[in-house]
């Protein structure tokens, strides 16, 4: 049966950075709302306006607008053997959703969630820098690009996301806590969690993910 693989955890423990691994490994589109929520954001539209003051102000966008981006994207042609879920689900409402689709599209759903303590995820979200044309994903003082503010894989400039200054990822951290911990929580509860210590090299984390997902 096809999978979906869903990357869950705390802003900064590196969901981004192992579903792009895992994508590539598995040959699965990586779906990652945050980035598709950040493109829709650039639309000078009311829901373009109201996506970009939500991520701006590090709270979550609604379940409606969540519903809308995963059932439009998980129902292209190259979701068909399966794909990677980065960012989704973060509520109840949003774990339901998921739970209807993996029903509808006859696939099974195994939950990772990355851990990395508090204390290291500020230095991971205001470090971190993202290449402009493909989205490689940067840190300052853990994993920086051999030529500084250049992408290693296509010379592209990097920039900060907006949301990674210091004085929104306190709210961020505070929504994750709310919002999504207890979703989080009902899966390790239900037994289906799998929890993968994410403050190690980034092949070590990756390694240790694929083994426990069985392969794609
Ligand atoms: P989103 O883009 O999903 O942000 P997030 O959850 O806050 O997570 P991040 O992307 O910040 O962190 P990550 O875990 O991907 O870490 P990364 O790999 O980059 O969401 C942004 C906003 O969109 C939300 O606030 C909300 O407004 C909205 N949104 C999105 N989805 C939503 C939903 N489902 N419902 C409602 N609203 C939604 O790594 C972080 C840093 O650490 C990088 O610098 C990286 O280089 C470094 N790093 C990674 N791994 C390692 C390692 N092993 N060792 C050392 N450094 C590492
Ligand atoms: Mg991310």
């Known amino acids: 049966m096809s999978k979906i693989i869903v990357m869950m955890g705390a802003p900064g423990v590196g969901k981004g950075t192992q579903a792009r691994l895992l994508a590539e490994k598995c040959g699965y589109p990586q779906i990652s709302t945050g980035d598709i929520l950040r ?11 109201e996506i970009k003051a939500r991520q701006a102000a590090g709270q979550l966008v609604s379940d409606e607008v969540l519903a809308s981006v995963i059932l439009t994207r998980a129902s292209q ?11 989704f689900p973060r509520t109840l409402a949003q774990i339901r959703m998921l739970e209807k689709l993996a029903e509808q599209q006859d696939k099974e759903i195994r939950l990772i969630k990355v851990v990395v303590p508090c204390e290291s995820l500020m230095k991971r979200l205001t470090g971190r820098r993202n290449c402009t044309r493909c989205g490689e994903i940067y840190n300052i003082y853990l994993r920086p690009p051999k030529r500084e503010g250049v ?52 092949d070590e984390v990756f390694r240790d993910i694929y083994a426990k997902v069985e392969g794609c």
């Open 39 to 49: 493109e829709m954001a650039h639309a000078d539209t009311p829901l373009g306006r």
């Open 77 to 87: 042609p190259d979701c068909k053997n399966g794909y990677v879920l980065d960012g």
């Open 151 to 202: 992408c290693d894989l296509d010379g592209a400039p990097l920039a900060q996301r907006s949301d990674d200054k210091a004085e929104t990822v306190g709210a961020r951290l505070e929504a994750y806590e709310r919002s999504t911990a207890p979703v989080i929580d009902y899966y390790r509860q239900s037994g289906r969690l799998i929890e993968v210590n994410g403050e190690r090299p980034v």
